[in-house]
């Protein structure tokens, strides 16, 4: 075969191969961004999930929008809220119930310790009507069984009351406790009837892990929990 025949042939043999290599690396490229995209929502929804998950407060959009049930972190508000998220505590240990700040209801908004976490939010009536609401608290998610050393402490208008989960051997509400978990995934209910306009209840919700709790054991290490309290309107007039 001539020379410059094969010369050709070869050139655009070569010519496709780099063709080939630089679609390929484009594809590889691009697959490698996807990838990157898929990791990096992931971490994001994970991430939000822990950061805003731990506790959430909200209610009936519905309610807030037609009649005026609202939620502040302070007594004094200028806009209509329906979400409230606090802050979290990474790594909590245990501690006793005892150790707890004195004052742990006078402060609004988030103000966690080391190892609790602390919020103080406001349910107001901004619209015009008397109200009638009831407010539950769930357990959304919980890992490794921490729930039944957890205790939450949830102050009304400065009237404190903790719940924690049954004995796990069945005996009944742990000693340091007010009232237990209703269900294993209802913590507390609340309710207020003739809920004026303008008016306001104040809570306080403290989360710790209670160190005098038998089956605060080192099988919970590492475990999560996540809880939301949500309110709705009964009856309005």
């Given at each position: 075969m001539d020379k410059k025949v094969v010369d050709v042939l070869e050139l655009r043999r070569t010519a496709k191969e780099v063709k080939r290599h630089t679609v390929l690396m484009?594809?590889?490229g691009l697959l490698a961004i996807i990838l990157i995209l898929i990791v990096a929502i992931a971490y994001g929804i994970s991430y939000f999930y822990d950061k805003f998950g731990s506790f959430t407060v909200k209610v009936n959009k519905y309610d807030m929008v037609k009649q005026g049930l609202s939620l502040s972190e302070a007594p004094e508000y200028d806009k209509s809220i329906a979400v409230l998220n606090a802050d979290i505590v990474y790594d909590m240990t245990n501690i006793s119930g005892e150790d707890l700040p004195e004052n742990i209801d006078k402060v609004n908004?988030?103000?966690?310790?080391?190892?609790y976490i602390a919020y103080t939010f406001y349910l107001i009536n901004s619209g015009d009507d008397t109200l009638s609401y009831?407010?539950?608290?769930?357990?959304?998610?919980?890992t490794k069984n921490?729930?039944?050393a957890v205790r939450v402490a949830v102050y009304k208008n400065g009237v404190k009351t903790v719940y924690g989960k049954t004995k796990s051997n069945g005996g009944g509400?742990?000693?340091d406790c007010d009232s237990e978990f209703l269900t294993s995934s209802v913590v507390m209910r609340t309710s207020s009837e003739g809920f004026k306009a303008k008016d306001k209840d104040k809570y306080t919700?403290?989360?710790w892990l209670e160190g005098n709790d038998p089956d605060c054991i080192d099988d919970i290490i590492g475990g999560t929990l996540k809880l939301s309290m949500s309110f709705k309107i009964t009856e309005s007039t």
């Open positions: 484009r594809v590889l908004g988030s103000h966690n310790g080391d190892n009831t407010g539950e608290m769930l357990i959304e998610n919980v921490v729930d039944e509400m742990e000693s919700v403290v989360i």
